[in-house]
């Protein structure tokens, strides 16, 4: 099993920054990629931001150039450094970690609030 705790949302004004953390334990060892989604009032939950145990990383269209995610093996945790935030950022976001076995992990979310 592996738990997940994230943590860094909060209310930033348009053009901020934010940084989200994710905390894992339990059988690290079994983890290989980390990632981040969001989820909209209204909307389905979708993919933001990914890191594999390799470091390799991929992102949604709409937050490149603007969020890096990033992973510290040692400390079992992953960030997703957010600049240039907008109004459209607002959302649930929520950390995910997925197994070597495919099985996925969920944190329980933070709220990101950006005010135009």
């Known amino acids: 099993q592996v738990q997940l705790v994230e943590s860094g949302g909060g209310l930033v004004q348009a053009g901020g920054s934010l940084r989200l953390s994710c905390a894992a334990s339990?059988?690290?060892?079994?983890?290989?990629?980390m990632g981040w989604y969001r989820q909209a009032p209204g909307e389905q939950r979708e993919f933001v931001a990914i890191?594999?145990?390799?470091?390799?990383?991929n992102y949604v269209d709409s937050v490149k150039g603007r969020f890096t995610i990033s992973r510290d093996n040692a400390k079992n945790t992953v960030y997703l450094q957010m600049h240039g935030l907008e109004p459209e950022d607002t959302a649930v976001y929520y950390c995910?970690?997925?197994?070597?076995?495919?099985?996925?992990?969920w944190g329980q979310g933070t709220q990101v609030t950006v005010s135009s």
């Open positions: 339990g059988i690290i060892s079994s983890l290989n990629a």
């Open positions: 890191i594999t145990s390799g470091g390799k990383t």
């Open positions: 995910n970690a997925a197994s070597w076995t495919h099985i996925d992990y």
